[in-house]
């Protein structure tokens, strides 16, 4: 023990703390930065524990109902392709605990463009659809939600192929080609989230004033 405390002493007089014969309060002026500063893991750490960073949501799914619920975290910088990319890596160790899964199959590549009026443009590869759940529309709702939720500037989502917009599955059992927004998929997301103000299908949809 008391080795080990003439070491911590060595360690700390190194780091340019002066040392005293008695145990006294040290001023934070007088510590380095790295032990005033806290140090804070990546936003996919095992541990759970986020970032510091802007704040988004991402919808995983309840692997019992199957129903979307969001989770609360913080990138960088806030763009399409981020976000989509940190829908993508799936749930941390701390989610998969309370039973959180993703449909989305984390070697995919979607490339996330825009929003241009307010649509935003994800490109499909062939691994999105390698599914993990139980249907594509798990995977398209997770991408809308957790796009139209985390950016006010977003309010549908465009689904292309290599060769253009592509048909894609809605809640209700349908296909359609037009960009997609939260009232597509509102039976999939629990609770029930659609009284909002981004709840039109797409943009192309409504009337415009």
Not at 55 to 84: C, E, F, N, W
Not at 153 to 178: D, H, K, L, Q, T
């Amino acid at each position: 023990m008391i080795v080990a405390l003439i070491a911590g002493g060595l360690g700390v007089s190194a780091c340019g703390i002066p040392l005293s014969g008695s145990p006294h309060v040290l001023s934070r002026a007088g510590l380095p930065p790295a032990l005033v500063q806290p140090q804070y893991p990546t936003a996919t750490d095992p541990s759970g524990k986020r970032t510091q960073g802007e704040p988004i949501i991402v919808y995983l799914i309840q692997g019992i109902s199957g129903d979307l619920v969001p989770v609360d975290r913080s990138i960088p910088k806030v763009t399409v392709q981020a976000v989509v990319d940190e829908l993508v890596a799936g749930p941390v160790s701390s989610e998969f605990e309370k039973g959180y899964e993703s449909a989305i199959n984390t070697s995919s590549r979607l490339v996330a463009t825009g929003p241009k009026r307010d649509v935003a443009t994800v490109r499909l590869d062939p691994q999105f659809f390698q599914l993990k759940g139980e249907t594509p529309v798990q995977e398209l709702a997770q991408i809308v939600w957790t796009l139209t939720t985390s950016m006010a500037s977003v309010r549908a989502v465009s689904f292309v192929g290599p060769n253009g917009p592509i048909p894609v599955e809605i809640g209700s059992g349908r296909f359609v080609i037009e960009p997609v927004g939260m009232s597509n998929y509102c039976e999939l997301v629990n609770p029930p989230s659609c009284n909002t103000s981004k709840r039109g299908a797409s943009p192309h949809s409504r009337s415009r004033s």
